[in-house]
């Protein structure tokens, strides 16, 4: 294993790797993971990973594990170029990642894979997660294939498709009323953390730092994908902001290896129904003073966190790669993700097309030079969540089988 420390991205506590510590004792901050950079640029070079398999294990000298304990083959998701939507939105070099293809369905399992990987590491018995679902659906399916328990908190507005998914991968579910401003999922999380002793595996990095590293393989990917070069900008759609903020590492470290040139900038995208981050963004908030939102309400509940707890990493790969926030509106995530279906072929979740409804607005606003490469991230499934299709575009009637009716529904009798 490569990793040389880990420090407290608030109070600077240090740990070293051996310790097997999860999370800072004041529970504060994320342990923030560095390596032996030198070391690793030994090893990995362009030509070693032309040998490897294509998925997130691939980059095992970046993750802060010892081995690939768990393998479902998350990652390796392909990046495809968007020639009708490019057209639609007059933009000439438009890619999407598409990270419906991941073993449970969203980008979830990236950090997941690492963050039960290194629960096997440490011998743990039973993970337990707060999520809106696709962290939860990530999580129980990885740790289900490395034998360990999972207890699940969700919100009791959670996508049944997610719902499904946990009880089918065996994990203990737990539905939990959310009526207040504050989340009771990570609130109760923390509670059985405390009580239990048990692993904490959120896509939160202050109370699981392994996890987080798995954000990073995306933007490796994005690199290779591209020929060993970074896009122009990113789009990354953010509920907790350790996407975004794994994202950005994984380009600064990639361009620190050698691998890969230039840095892209960030685009922050949020739902205006849910928007603690571009707030913050566009108050200039201290990374570590940012206002909770309260109750969200939006059609992308893949991105409700309230409080965006990597959200001081976020805004500072916002800022530091010259990026910036946007808020949409939910239909114009609704447009994004139909859009993205019917002009490329790709079936995602509300959540997984606001990256996209986000360039949509940019431009719109004249934020994006329209000759720059762009790469949108599509992080999940529609299939989680077919209840918002059927709710916008009706159920097709039923037509009796025969020629004449045929053709009068279809308009051409
Ligand atoms: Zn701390």
Not at 16 to 39: H, Q, T, W
Not at 82 to 88: D, F, M, T, V
Not at 363 to 391: A, C, F, N, Y
């Amino acid at each position: 294993m490569y990793v040389e420390r880990l420090v407290c991205a608030r109070c600077g506590e240090e740990h070293s790797p051996d310790e097997g510590v999860v999370f800072c004792s004041k529970m504060d901050g994320r342990l923030d993971i560095y390596y032996n950079y030198d070391a690793v640029a030994e090893v990995l070079t362009r030509e070693e990973l032309s040998r490897r398999p294509f998925n997130l294990w691939r980059y095992i000298e970046l993750l802060p594990v010892e081995r690939p304990w768990v393998d479902l083959g998350a990652g390796g998701t392909p990046l495809l170029r968007a020639r009708r939507l490019a057209e639609r939105l007059g933009v000439r070099n438009l890619y999407l990642k598409d990270e419906t293809r991941n073993p449970t369905w969203s980008f979830k399992d990236r950090p997941m894979a690492v963050g039960v990987a290194k629960g096997v590491e440490l011998g743990v018995r039973t993970a337990v997660i707060a999520s809106s679902g696709n962290a939860a659906a990530a999580m129980a399916a990885h740790a289900a294939a490395a034998g360990i328990e999972a207890v699940t908190f969700v919100p009791h507005f959670a996508g049944m498709g997610k719902v499904a998914q946990l009880q089918l991968y065996g994990a203990k579910v737990v539905r939990l009323r959310w009526e207040e401003d504050e989340d009771p999922t990570v609130r109760m999380m923390l509670e059985m953390v405390r009580r239990r002793g048990w692993y904490p595996c959120p896509s939160f990095g202050p109370f699981n730092a392994y996890q987080f590293e798995g954000n990073k393989t995306i933007a490796y990917e994005t690199v290779e994908q591209l020929g060993w070069r970074a896009p122009d900008w990113v789009f990354v759609p953010v509920g907790g902001g350790g996407l975004l903020a794994g994202t950005w590492k994984g380009f600064v470290e990639f361009e620190r290896l050698g691998l890969s040139e230039g840095l892209p900038k960030i685009a922050a995208v949020q739902s205006t129904g849910c928007a603690p981050l571009v707030r913050a963004l566009e108050r200039g908030s201290d990374p570590f003073d940012i206002e909770p939102w309260g109750m969200p309400h939006t059609v992308a509940t893949g991105l409700e966190d309230p409080f965006p707890w990597d959200g001081d990493a976020a805004i500072r790969a916002v800022r530091e790669s010259g990026g910036f926030g946007v808020a949409v509106p939910d239909e114009l995530i609704l447009e994004a993700q139909r859009l993205l279906a019917s002009l490329e072929g790709i079936f995602a979740e509300p959540s997984g097309a606001a990256a996209l409804a986000g360039l949509m607005e940019a431009l719109e606003r004249g934020l994006v030079d329209r000759d720059e490469l762009i790469v949108v991230q599509v992080t999940g499934s529609g299939l989680k969540d077919p209840d918002v299709v059927s709710e916008r575009m009706g159920t097709p009637p039923v037509i009796e089988p025969s020629v004449e009716e045929v053709e009068r529904y279809l308009g051409l009798a």
